[in-house]
């Protein structure tokens, strides 16, 4: 993840009040309904939060690495979703 972390680093500008010093860190979040229950973190994001205004967004990591956990993988293997 490192290698997105300092690409977000290198290129975000904050849409809300312009500057480029960003807080960077990854969060993750069960699902419904299965996942939930077992309280698996089937999403996993990173959140990019503006050291001035404190404006954040969230990326979707595996939209950004372009794979999924292998982890996540089984589950969906043996649970489906």
Known sequence: MTDIVE???RRWRCPK???GDPYINEHSFTGSGLSRLLNWQA???IAVTCRHCGY???YNKEILTGKKD???QILDLLFGR
Request: net charge negative; proline share 0%.
């Open 17 to 19: 009040c312009g500057t």
């Open 43 to 45: 999403y996993t994001y």
């Open 70 to 72: 292998t982890l996540m």
């Open 7 to 9: 690409e977000i680093r």
């Open 56 to 58: 954040t967004e969230f």
